[in-house]
């Protein structure tokens, strides 16, 4: 049932345009408010300058949007995006080991990020209700004067001569990605801030277009070749609409992927696999390199904070931004839309405690996953306890594993996509298989075996 009432969400990315989706089912009236000018075409935009790097959706993500906006796949197929089988259609390179390629029923779609953001914001701009208000600053929160509740926001808009005014809210939703300005407005509110957990890993992508031809990477979608110690360099290549790849190489702990052609082709040859420094050396190129820096992965506590204003939440990076590499945060996002969604259907009361506890829950997974394997890292400089030290030597033979028995791969592929909870990889049986498989225990990429086979 909805309440004849608005929202106001801080933010027209994904995150953002997610939380209007789910807020659209209960509230009469949602408004989105970003800074930037909204393109109606699928070109990446200045405060989302992450759009211009590879951005893979996991197979939850897209269940996820498939369920926020019934039909949406095809849509994406329709606007040219790939569709394949993720462990089929896809070589992973984890830690040098190829997780064995064979069909596993785990559906992912393929397209640049500025796609996939265009059809979800028509998508949102289409429902009864919403408002996208472009070209707009939200300054700070507007509260009662007891400072208990949010009840707005004061924005300007970037056109000439224009003044700040107040939008009212019953709640107020940000979105406004890494940046976000929550803790500073809570701490001007009288509020503490959010305490903040930071694992660094100092990662900087460099990416360039390429033209897609039918016999490159054998027709396949991608390849995925991940950092692990000893080395720190990766890179994702994947097709996207318009007959094009995307190829995002990424340096971590201040490593520099090369801008330069020759310099990126000698880079390629770097990898545990050969696959990106084959498709360099027939591709052709169509865009010139753009480079992004991502020093942390940040997770900040509201759910630990006791004192917090009613009607008034927050979602998407700004709630918890992960290592790039994982393709989490898209995924993420819409999982805490759902979240949103289903406690709004319960009511409104507590709100707040509920979707930070709530979403809290979400990100522990992802958030274990990312930072788990960044910490193996000694440029990480974390102590790692004996507990994980111990599961990062399982999940070491788990790698090896699935190189050989394609049904470890599909249950680490369904683990790392948000599909299966990590406990599947724990199972009595599944561990049975991890063991029987590593003997003989050989090699990485470079030394064997690890391409077809049953
Ligand atoms: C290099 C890189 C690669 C990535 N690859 C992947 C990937 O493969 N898969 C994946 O799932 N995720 C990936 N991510 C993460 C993904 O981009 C984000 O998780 C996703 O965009 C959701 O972020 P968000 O909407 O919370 O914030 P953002 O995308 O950062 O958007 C914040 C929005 O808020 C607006 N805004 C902020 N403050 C204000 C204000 N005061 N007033 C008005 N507007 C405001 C900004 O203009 C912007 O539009 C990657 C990130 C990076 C950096």
């Not at 659209?24 to 211009?52: E, H, M």
């Not at 569709?83 to 040098?96: E, K, L, M, P, T």
């Not at 701009?125 to 507007?142: S, T, W």
Request: net charge neutral; glycine share 10%; proline share 6%.
């Amino acid at each position: 049932m909805k309440h004849s009432k608005r929202a106001v969400v801080i933010g027209a990315s994904m995150a953002g345009l997610l939380a209007a989706r789910a807020l659209s089912y209960t509230f009469t009236n949602v408004i989105v408010i970003d800074r930037d000018v909204l393109p109606d075409s699928s070109v990446a935009r200045r405060s989302v300058p992450q759009g211009k790097h590879l951005h893979g959706l996991l197979a939850r993500g897209l269940n996820s949007l498939n369920e926020l906006f019934p039909g949406f796949e095809d849509e994406m197929m329709a606007a040219g995006a790939a569709r394949g089988d993720i462990q089929a259609d896809i070589h992973w390179y984890v830690d040098g080991y190829l997780m064995k390629p064979v069909p596993s029923g785990l559906i992912g779609i393929a397209s640049s990020r500025p796609l996939l953001e265009l059809k979800v914001r028509e998508r949102v701009a289409a429902l009864p209700g919403v408002e996208i208000i472009q070209n707009c600053d939200v300054l700070d929160l507007r509260t009662t004067g007891e400072r208990g509740r949010v009840t707005g926001v004061g924005i300007m808009s970037r056109t000439d001569g224009a003044a700040a005014t107040t939008i009212e809210a019953d709640l107020v939703v940000d979105a406004g990605g890494r940046g976000s300005r929550s803790p500073v407005w809570l701490e001007e509110l009288g509020y503490q801030r959010p305490q903040e957990t930071k694992v660094a890993m100092d990662i900087t992508y460099s990416t360039r277009m390429y033209r897609r031809e039918p016999q490159d990477l054998d027709g396949r979608l991608g390849t995925g070749i991940s950092t692990y110690p000893g080395s720190p360099h990766g890179g994702f290549l994947l097709a996207v609409e318009a007959d094009q790849f995307i190829l995002s190489v990424g340096g971590m702990f201040g490593e520099q992927p090369p801008m330069d052609d020759e310099g990126l082709a000698a880079y390629a040859e770097t990898l545990p696999c050969k696959d990106i420094a084959d498709f360099l050396r027939t591709s052709t190129r169509l865009t010139e390199p753009v480079k992004t820096r991502c020093p942390a992965s940040i997770r900040r506590h509201y759910e630990k904070l006791t004192d917090f204003p009613a009607g008034y939440l927050v979602t998407g990076d700004a709630l918890c931004s992960f290592n790039p590499v994982y393709g989490q945060g898209m995924t993420v996002a819409a999982l805490e839309a759902l979240l949103l969604r289903d406690l709004l259907a319960a009511g409104p009361k507590d709100l707040a405690r509920r979707f930070f506890h709530g979403a809290a829950k979400l990100v522990d997974t992802p958030w274990t996953i990312a930072t788990g394997s960044d910490m193996r890292f000694p440029e990480a400089n974390i102590s790692i306890s004996h507990k994980n030290r111990l599961l990062n030597r399982y999940f070491g033979r788990v790698y090896l594993a699935a190189s050989r028995d394609s049904a470890v791969a599909t249950v680490f592929l369904r683990v790392i996509n948000l599909v299966d909870t990590p406990a599947r990889l724990f199972a009595p049986g599944m561990v049975a298989r991890v063991v029987r498989a590593c003997f003989p225990k050989v090699s990485r990429v470079s030394e064997t075996t690890l391409v077809g086979g049953s």
